[in-house]
DNA sequence: TATGAATGAGTGTTCATTCAT
DNA sequence: TATGAATGAACACTCATTCAT
């Protein structure tokens, strides 16, 4: 059910994708300043010219792939849909969805990661669309919580910087390790449920409570 | 008072010194990969003829700032020399240093983390000399609290990386939200406190322990 | 006559050509070292870039052409082919054919030659394919000759080397002096025929031999 | 015997001689192109900037060499004394003197001779300054001898020629083929006594004359 | 006069981009 | 529209030459 247009969009929008795909591969393994474009024609099996025809430049398919991969957040949506759990379930789903995907997109993940924080434009773009909305909603959590008393009264802004920063902190050190650090062998079930226990209870045992 | 040969070793250290401080700056601005030795040149005031004088070529430059500025680490020192202090002194001295340090060298920080990631060699040699003994620092800290019964029993490989991996965190969000984030008109000292007490108690209210 | 894809090997085998006696012609006056890049692209109306697009390097210039114009022996072919003539056509054929190559291509084979005695591993490859061929033909026709008693009993290695060696060292010297040199003037055949006489007899008159 | 301006001169024509030598046998060594005045300057243990009170360029170095070593030419001396002995042996031993001289002196000759073939400038002078008046007495010898009917008519010019080409061939074949070939295994006396029979007597054994 | 660090023009080489086919 | 050869600006690096000491 579609005309010869649609048709042509549609393949257009696949030639699209299948470089876009390429490119990021191609980042996430040798980093944008080492890659090349023919390293990107060959892992898309595209020729050199025909990129051009759908990216303007180098720099264009950076650009690109933020905004197709990052700067479209479906994470909001978990987020917003897991609002009226209790506290415990929402956190240890959260963290371990988080958690998954981040140890499954390590490289993809620290490669943008790395260029937001080269390129000041990506930057601004990266904290007002990706990061804003993100650690709004987790402050916006918090604060019922804390409007609820089933929290303590805390510094809100910063306790989100902190969970979040903790989660892509965590994952860092871990791939700076690499395979033969103890990250690889916990389970990721388990680390969802200590990490959500040391966010809710802290370290201190309940009677040395200050 | 130095004999004409220490003068002129005191002028070769110096110029090194200058050439490094220059690169460094260069790199943390715009990346290893995007730097060119005529930017460094341009920033250091010197020739690019003179600069591989002193380094024989980019990459030993970047060596040489990881090994001057990043395999040494005076930060060990100071986890050694607190470790008898009571633990909110100790966590919060420990935590506000490291704020500290972050905040007035984050672009520098950033760059050398980036640089990091990207080159295995350099992962593998700070993985070895930089987070291994810190970390090790850190779980040897808490085990022998956990031991003596002050913090509850947790995944100590885990909750080490886990707050390492926040501080780094945190300051990565900060810098990317940039001047105009919350983060930067956070008080050092109360961030430290806020910090310390969330490590501590954790989010719940005493009475709200499940 | 020929498909789209043989069209455009033709070309670029064209290319390769034109690249190559560019540079031939360049290492042929300035010498390989003193030779760059840009001067054999403006020799060739060729960019830099594409250059490198047949060759890998400088240094791949110089082997291919050698592989190209050196290490393929025709001159070889030349003797096999002659050595059923008599003794004295055969010499001045041989001589009058490798003082036309030689006079033809002065420039270019010094140059060479150059190049075989600067460079070890082309001295080697040029002794074994080159030098090795040719000697060992010579050296096989004075020792039938010798054997048959047509020519005296002579050091056969030693006058094989003699006479190459006059060859390339006549040239030598032709080329040094110069257009204002007296071989300029000398009619190739009459050069050809007196050093056959030369060779043949010496320089005795018959009744002075001792 | 020498007054302080004397002495002065003299230490000051030793450095001369010393960068000089240095000059020549790193330029022997690595070719003239590939050489560098650092290079040079440890060869002869003084300091880069010394070399510059001294010569003036690279260049400077190259044709001073050629002033002090090629265009001063002992070996006419040669040449001028033994006109008066019986042919045979004088050209024996001017053979012999010539062969020792090459082999001894094999990397700096061909190297000189490398860069008179390379530089139109010197080509030009080494052809006035060395080639002319050593070809010349050969030819004078040559002239007399056929006037005196032991020699054949011959073309002098051609001949004088070809036996300093042969002189100058051989041994270029011979450095050529290396340590390996069969040059090195031959006796110098032999060499000698069996080139000046081949360039008396030619090939041919006396019955076979046409 | 002797020194060697500083200089920067010049080298071989790469690669994002263009464009004729 | 797809191609990949051609392009040349830009890079890391070298080295003849200068000059303050």
Redesign the pocket.
Known sequence: MGTRQEK?ER??EQ?RQQILDAALAVFSRKGY?????????LEA?????????????????LLSIFSTYVFTQPFVKLLEHTLEMDDRTFLSLLIEDRLDFGFENMDRFFFLLSEVQRDPELRQQYSQEVLGPVLGLLEKYLESRVASRVFRPVNISMVARVLGGAMIGFLLLCRIEGESGPCRSMFRKELATELTDFVLKGLLQSEDRT
Chains 1, 2, 3, 4 share one sequence.
Request: hydrophobic letters at 30%; proline letters at 3%; zero cysteines.
């Open positions: 042509k393949i257009t030639r300043g080492e890659a090349t474009i023919p390293d990107i024609s099996g595209i020729a050199v010219g025909t990129i051009y025809n759908y990216y303007e430049s180098k720099r264009d398919l």
